[in-house]
């Protein structure tokens, strides 16, 4: 079988993996990128209630990669984030934090996107690039001292200088090259939804923590004459379960209860989704011929929506230290890459589970203790700045 040359070969065609294709190719290499699943078109898919928070650092792949202007569906900024705790149907503590993106410029702290609509752009993009796409298909990859065999089976072989593995938390390629996992199982699910309210959002993101876990609005962008807003929020498996169990009538009264009524009516739309919780976190990044990035090296819990941001950073970093290197694939090559990326995701991956073990609890001290922490945080401007930048996944 003949082999065809080609820079680097990417397995894993969600954000992270074709992102990086897209910028890879647009900078000049040639890509192969393989998925397990079909890439159709999607040109009018039902409005679903899934979306993606992206954080203003971490924009900058989906721009080298062409898709943030061609997105069909336009994005909500973030102006505001309001962090408060409470419990469910009581109205939350008077002691709450509040930040502001004017505070330190003029950009929003980033974007929500529709999943559907980043779903498009992708792949009106690969539809339009170089980039050598197969999808669905399987690849088999052995990897060498120089080089590395992708074997797309029933096509095509490719000797490719450097592999990426993006294909998720469960990573053949990870496994395959013997890289180790730390994994962290929460007692908890996600529940994933869209509701139009009565009133505007403003543009304000809030993040409440209940004793079940933290609950998430999130701001959409105005659709069919509605204010529309995402809804993530976290219970245990038991109640996860129960709640998507319920008809839309006693769902949509359960989201009322944990959001409260600064929105006024609240209406579900789309569907409804639930997913267990876990994290975890590869030893390494790297193995020769291979890179991991996106949810193959770490996984965090959705607590402050960084997981699809620290995978779009992941890529960034690659990028850039490939767009400079003669061969994409050397181990020191690769090492620069680990150093750059891992103290950002274990920093995340630290923080995330802190937050959500401090105030996934209901015993009475530590709601205190939070709650004048929360009140302390609000009154340090220096300091909510610093947490504002890491928010936004801005370096200082």
Same mark, same amino acid.
């Given at each position: 079988?003949?082999?065809?040359?080609?820079?680097?070969?990417?397995?894993?065609?969600? /954000?992270?993996?074709?992102?990086?294709?897209?910028?890879?190719?647009?900078?000049?290499? %040639?890509?192969?990128?393989?998925?397990?699943?079909?890439?159709?078109?999607?040109?009018?898919?039902?409005?679903?209630g899934?979306?993606?928070?992206?954080?203003? *650092?971490?924009?900058?792949?989906?721009?080298?990669?062409?898709?943030?202007?061609?997105?069909?569906?336009?994005?909500c /900024?973030?102006?505001?984030?309001?962090?408060?705790?409470?419990? +469910? *149907?009581?109205?939350?503590?008077?002691?709450?934090?509040?930040?502001?993106?004017?505070?330190? *410029?003029?950009?929003? #702290?980033?974007?929500?996107?529709e999943?559907? %609509?980043?779903?498009?752009?992708?792949?009106?993009?690969?539809?339009?690039?170089?980039? +050598?796409?197969?999808?669905?298909?399987?690849?088999?990859?052995?990897?060498?001292?120089?080089?590395?065999?992708?074997?797309?089976?029933?096509?095509?072989?490719?000797?490719?200088?450097?592999?990426?593995?993006?294909?998720?938390?469960?990573?053949?390629?990870?496994?395959?090259?013997?890289?180790p996992?730390?994994?962290?199982?929460?007692?908890?699910?996600?529940?994933?939804?869209? !509701?139009?309210h009565?009133?505007?959002?403003?543009?304000?993101?809030?993040?409440? #923590?209940?004793?079940?876990? /933290?609950?998430?609005?999130?701001?959409?962008?105005?659709?069919?004459?509605?204010?529309?807003?995402? !809804?993530?929020?976290?219970?245990?498996?038991?109640?996860?379960?129960?709640?998507?169990?319920?008809?839309?009538? $006693?769902?949509?009264?359960?989201?009322?209860?944990?959001?409260?009524?600064? =929105?006024?009516? +609240?209406?579900?739309?789309?569907?409804?989704w639930? &997913?267990?919780?876990?994290?975890?976190?590869?030893?390494?990044? &790297?193995?020769?011929?291979?890179?991991?990035?996106?949810? %193959?090296?770490?996984? +965090?819990?959705?607590?402050?929506?960084?997981?699809?941001?620290?995978?779009?950073?992941d890529?960034?970093?690659? @990028?850039?230290?490939?767009?400079?290197?003669?061969?994409?694939?050397?181990?020191a090559?690769?090492?620069?890459?680990?150093?750059?990326?891992?103290?950002?995701? =274990?920093?995340?991956? @630290?923080?995330?589970?802190?937050?959500?073990? =401090?105030?996934?609890?209901?015993?009475?001290?530590?709601?205190?203790?939070?709650?004048? $922490?929360?009140?302390?945080?609000?009154?340090?401007?220096?300091?909510?700045?610093?947490?504002?930048?890491?928010?936004?996944?801005?370096?200082?």
């Amino acid at each position: 079988m003949t082999q065809h040359p080609i820079d680097i070969a990417i397995i894993g065609a969600g /954000p992270v993996g074709a992102s990086l294709a897209l910028t890879l190719s647009n900078a000049g290499r %040639s890509v192969l990128l393989v998925d397990r699943a079909a890439l159709p078109p999607m040109e009018h898919p039902d409005f679903d209630g899934r979306a993606y928070a992206i954080a203003l *650092g971490s924009r900058a792949l989906l721009d080298s990669a062409g898709v943030w202007d061609v997105l069909p569906f336009p994005p909500c /900024p973030i102006e505001r984030i309001r962090v408060s705790d409470g419990k +469910v *149907g009581r109205p939350a503590s008077p002691m709450f934090l509040h930040f502001d993106h004017r505070d330190i *410029g003029d950009d929003p #702290f980033g974007w929500i996107v529709e999943a559907r %609509s980043l779903r498009m752009a992708i792949n009106r993009q690969l539809a339009a690039s170089k980039v +050598v796409l197969r999808a669905p298909a399987q690849a088999r990859v052995t990897r060498h001292a120089d080089h590395a065999v992708v074997e797309v089976t029933g096509q095509d072989s490719y000797r490719a200088r450097l592999v990426v593995a993006a294909d998720g938390r469960a990573s053949a390629l990870r496994n395959e090259a013997g890289i180790p996992v730390t994994r962290f199982a929460y007692r908890q699910s996600a529940v994933v939804c869209a !509701i139009a309210h009565e009133q505007p959002h403003h543009h304000v993101a809030l993040e409440h #923590f209940l004793p079940g876990g /933290p609950f998430a609005q999130l701001p959409m962008s105005d659709s069919n004459g509605e204010h529309i807003s995402a !809804i993530v929020f976290t219970e245990s498996h038991d109640i996860a379960r129960r709640l998507s169990a319920m008809d839309d009538a $006693g769902f949509t009264t359960e989201v009322a209860r944990r959001l409260g009524d600064h =929105l006024g009516a +609240v209406r579900l739309i789309g569907k409804r989704w639930t &997913y267990p919780l876990s994290a975890l976190h590869a030893h390494r990044y &790297y193995a020769p011929r291979l890179a991991l990035v996106g949810d %193959s090296a770490h996984g +965090v819990h959705p607590i402050a929506g960084q997981g699809l941001n620290l995978g779009l950073r992941d890529g960034l970093v690659l @990028a850039q230290l490939i767009e400079a290197a003669d061969d994409p694939g050397t181990m020191a090559l690769l090492a620069r890459y680990q150093r750059a990326r891992r103290p950002d995701n =274990l920093l995340m991956l @630290a923080a995330t589970d802190a937050l959500d073990r =401090l105030f996934s609890t209901d015993l009475p001290p530590i709601r205190l203790a939070r709650d004048l $922490g929360l009140a302390a945080v609000n009154r340090m401007p220096r300091l909510k700045r610093a947490f504002m930048r890491t928010a936004m996944g801005l370096s200082e």
